[in-house]
């Protein structure tokens, strides 16, 4: 080392094609040398469990990089301890071995044994999988030993995905697919996440405004005559028009997508003796509230985690809301609205035979009920079996009831009798939008402002609208990772699991 410190002195003035020399000597120093620190450069290749720690049948640690095969020649032995040394592995063959200490070759334990050649693995690099028995002492044991080889280094939370996007092996909304598959406490959640969230519609968004704007370049480049057919610029404006429309309708969905993700906050109101409690108790499945004929049992919130059609849901019960002279009910009542303003949506159940009128075709709304209505309110008119409803006269409360929440979503009212179970199980339906992430919102909001100006400019600006076009599709591809994708990366994979 001191060799090497006097013949920098001597060269530090010498050509620029001198210090390059000097770099690639000290480099290759480094890798001779077993007392240079690597570099994190060179500790490309990254390791971590991949597998929930505890105790458990099996664990499962994940080496991702051109390391990866060393790590099976260091620490990867035939389970017969007589043949020691096993061969260059079979891709994808799971193999029983023995896994031993890198440096004094102890016995870690015996295990099983995978590697993925390049690019065809999850991360599109080398990648080997040891399994292990999942026990905390075994599972340090591994992971100490895999430290000391000297170009391996643990990985960041979601690195092994991040590795698998930078490869081309999952775009961005399959990244975020698969955290939400790896989150999802539902059925709905599950089924949500295994579709991509939309991959295939956002796909198709985006060729279309690419389509347009191929249109467009090809009449500025060529201008109207024997290649280009008339009428282009037109019906550029018409695709994109229809294309607008679409996107707005994605956005119009009450931000279904990412209350799902998250979880819905959903309160239950309505007068008293209305069926609330009983709703409450329907969809627990069990007598979590007290149900009585007597107006004001419930005095308080009541709040319960329930898996509602495959949704999340955290449901709470509030008091019949009515003017009272009870302290106690009182609070009940003002706690209750309190839940109802802070819900992301609400549920108000109403008792048929006290809102129809004589004629069965008009309704009337409590007033202590009425202010609490918004355009996230969803109505359940109960009791229906003690009443004779004309179907024709539903329809007309059902848009009644839209309109009084400034809504033309006219299926946002159920008919059931919680009682008899009659109609209870409608309100539970529903489907999968492709808005899943506040992320994926704010690109088609950008997509469709640009539109908007593309749609507003003149046939004689042609070279602006072009650019609005580009920069449309440039939005929309933002959402699944094909443009622009760096600046979003951190947000995404900060929520990973170290192993995923």
Same mark, same amino acid.
């Given at each position: 080392?001191?060799r090497?410190?006097?013949?920098?002195?001597?060269t530090?003035?010498?050509?620029?094609?001198?210090?390059?020399?000097?770099?690639?000597?000290?480099?290759?120093?480094?890798?001779?040398?077993?007392?240079?620190?690597a570099?994190?450069?060179?500790?490309?290749?990254?390791?971590?469990l991949?597998?929930?720690?505890?105790k458990?049948?099996?664990?499962i640690?994940?080496?991702s990089?051109?390391?990866?095969l060393?790590?099976?020649?260091?620490?990867?032995?035939s389970?017969?301890?007589?043949?020691?040394?096993?061969?260059?592995?079979?891709?994808?063959?799971?193999?029983?071995?023995?896994?031993?200490?890198?440096?004094? /070759?102890?016995?870690?334990?015996?295990?099983?044994?995978i590697?993925?050649?390049?690019p065809?693995s999850?991360?599109?690099?080398?990648?080997l999988?040891?399994?292990?028995?999942?026990?905390?002492?075994l599972?340090?044991a591994?992971?100490?030993?895999?430290?000391?080889?000297?170009?391996?280094?643990?990985? /960041?939370?979601?690195?092994?995905?991040?590795?698998?996007?930078?490869?081309?092996?999952?775009?961005?909304t399959?990244?975020e697919?698969?955290?939400d598959l790896?989150?999802?406490?539902?059925?709905?959640?599950?089924?949500?996440?295994l579709g991509?969230?939309?991959?295939?519609?956002?796909?198709?968004?985006?060729?279309?405004?690419?389509?347009c704007?191929?249109?467009?370049?090809?009449?500025i480049?060529?201008?109207?005559?024997?290649?280009? /057919?008339?009428?282009?610029?037109e019906l550029a404006?018409?695709?994109?028009?229809?294309?607008?429309?679409?996107i707005?309708?994605?956005?119009?969905?009450n931000r279904?997508?990412?209350?799902v993700?998250?979880g819905?906050?959903?309160?239950?109101?309505?007068?008293?003796?209305?069926?609330k409690?009983?709703?409450?108790?329907?969809?627990?499945?069990r007598?979590?509230?007290?149900?009585?004929?007597?107006p004001?049992?419930?005095?308080?919130?009541?709040?319960?985690?329930l898996?509602?059609?495959?949704?999340?849901?955290?449901?709470?019960?509030?008091?019949?809301?009515?003017?009272?002279d009870?302290?106690?009910?009182g609070?009940?009542?003002?706690?209750?609205?309190?839940?109802?303003k802070?819900?992301?949506?609400?549920?108000?159940?109403?008792?048929?035979?006290?809102?129809?009128?004589?004629s069965g075709r008009?309704?009337?709304i409590?007033?202590s009920?009425?202010?609490l209505?918004?355009?996230?309110t969803?109505?359940?008119?109960?009791?229906?079996?003690?009443?004779?409803?004309?179907?024709?006269a539903?329809?007309?409360?059902?848009?009644?009831?839209?309109?009084?929440?400034d809504?033309?979503?006219?299926?946002?009212?159920?008919?059931?009798?919680?009682t008899?179970?009659?109609?209870?199980?409608?309100?539970?339906?529903?489907?999968?939008p492709?808005i899943t992430?506040?992320?994926?919102?704010?690109?088609?909001?950008?997509?469709?402002?640009?539109?908007?100006?593309?749609?507003a400019?003149?046939?004689?600006?042609?070279?602006?609208?072009?650019?609005?076009?580009?920069?449309?599709?440039?939005?929309?591809g933002?959402?699944?990772g094909?443009?622009?994708?760096?600046?979003?990366?951190?947000?995404?994979?900060?929520?990973?699991?170290i192993?995923?």
């Amino acid at each position: 080392m001191l060799r090497v410190a006097r013949w920098i002195a001597n060269t530090a003035d010498h050509s620029h094609g001198s210090r390059i020399y000097l770099t690639k000597n000290l480099t290759c120093k480094r890798h001779l040398s077993t007392n240079l620190t690597a570099t994190e450069a060179q500790r490309s290749t990254i390791y971590a469990l991949s597998t929930p720690p505890g105790k458990g049948g099996v664990a499962i640690v994940r080496v991702s990089g051109p390391d990866a095969l060393l790590v099976w020649d260091k620490m990867v032995r035939s389970h017969d301890p007589k043949r020691g040394m096993m061969k260059t592995p079979t891709p994808w063959k799971m193999q029983r071995c023995r896994i031993i200490h890198p440096e004094n /070759e102890s016995l870690i334990d015996d295990g099983l044994a995978i590697y993925f050649r390049a690019p065809f693995s999850y991360t599109t690099k080398p990648t080997l999988e040891l399994h292990i028995h999942s026990g905390r002492a075994l599972i340090a044991a591994l992971l100490s030993s895999l430290s000391l080889l000297p170009n391996l280094r643990p990985a /960041e939370p979601g690195e092994f995905t991040r590795q698998a996007l930078l490869g081309g092996r999952l775009d961005l909304t399959q990244v975020e697919g698969l955290h939400d598959l790896i989150e999802a406490d539902t059925e709905v959640q599950r089924i949500w996440a295994l579709g991509g969230a939309g991959v295939s519609e956002y796909d198709s968004l985006r060729t279309q405004i690419i389509h347009c704007l191929a249109q467009l370049e090809a009449l500025i480049d060529f201008g109207e005559g024997e290649d280009i /057919e008339e009428g282009v610029y037109e019906l550029a404006r018409a695709e994109a028009s229809s294309l607008l429309n679409q996107i707005r309708t994605h956005l119009a969905d009450n931000r279904r997508g990412e209350v799902v993700s998250s979880g819905i906050k959903m309160a239950i109101f309505g007068p008293p003796n209305a069926g609330k409690s009983s709703l409450f108790n329907y969809l627990a499945n069990r007598e979590a509230s007290i149900v009585t004929s007597i107006p004001g049992t419930t005095r308080d919130v009541l709040q319960l985690t329930l898996d509602i059609g495959g949704l999340p849901v955290v449901v709470a019960d509030t008091a019949g809301l009515r003017e009272t002279d009870d302290v106690v009910e009182g609070i009940g009542v003002k706690r209750g609205i309190e839940a109802i303003k802070d819900a992301d949506i609400s549920l108000c159940v109403l008792p048929l035979p006290e809102i129809l009128d004589a004629s069965g075709r008009e309704i009337t709304i409590p007033p202590s009920v009425r202010p609490l209505i918004t355009k996230n309110t969803y109505f359940l008119l109960n009791k229906c079996d003690l009443v004779s409803p004309d179907p024709n006269a539903m329809r007309s409360l059902k848009q009644s009831l839209a309109e009084l929440c400034d809504s033309q979503m006219v299926d946002r009212t159920w008919i059931a009798s919680i009682t008899t179970g009659a109609g209870a199980h409608a309100f539970r339906n529903v489907h999968a939008p492709i808005i899943t992430r506040t992320r994926h919102r704010t690109h088609l909001e950008s997509a469709c402002r640009f539109l908007e100006a593309f749609l507003a400019l003149p046939p004689e600006d042609i070279v602006f609208a072009v650019e609005e076009l580009r920069y449309a599709a440039q939005a929309v591809g933002r959402v699944t990772g094909d443009i622009g994708v760096e600046d979003v990366l951190d947000s995404v994979f900060r929520d990973f699991c170290i192993g995923k």
